[in-house]
């Protein structure tokens, strides 16, 4: 019981980190589509950034499960995290099929998402 109480600060505190870093990686992903349309360097590090800004929600999706199992949190940031990976991969399709109408108000809304995440308001 006590080593439950004294991971779970740690769990807690990779869980915010790692939200924190999601949120980081969806905010770098709107600056580098704005340099999609003005440099000619947009297109590679915007594709680069959705590869890290999908890690970034896996890792989320990691530090919610520690959070949860062995750390003895609730399961709820789960659910979030696993709901947020999904977003992320419907992200990923829509912007490789080019649909921009859809491709920017997600990422909007994943923005915005991240930030109540992060605010503790999931």
């Known amino acids: 019981m006590a080593t439950t109480r004294a ?6 505190t990779f869980l915010r980190a790692a939200i924190a870093l999601q ?5 770098a992903q709107a ?3 704005g340099l999609l349309l003005t440099a000619s360097y947009g297109e590679t590090l915007h594709s680069v950034g959705a590869r890290v800004m999908y890690a970034a929600s896996m890792l989320y999706v990691l530090a919610a499960v ?15 995290a ?7 991969s419907v992200q990923v399709v829509v912007g490789i099929a080019h649909l921009p109408a859809v ?3 997600l990422g ?3 923005f ?3 930030l109540l995440a992060l605010a503790g308001r999931r």
């Open 7 to 12: 991971t779970a600060p740690r769990h807690g």
């Open 23 to 27: 949120t980081l990686t969806i905010f």
């Open 31 to 33: 600056v580098s589509a």
């Open 66 to 80: 520690l959070a949860w199992k062995p750390g003895g949190g609730s399961p709820r940031p789960v659910a979030y």
């Open 82 to 88: 696993s709901g947020f990976l999904v977003l992320a």
């Open 103 to 105: 491709h920017l108000p």
């Open 108 to 110: 909007v809304l994943m």
């Open 112 to 114: 915005g998402l991240s």
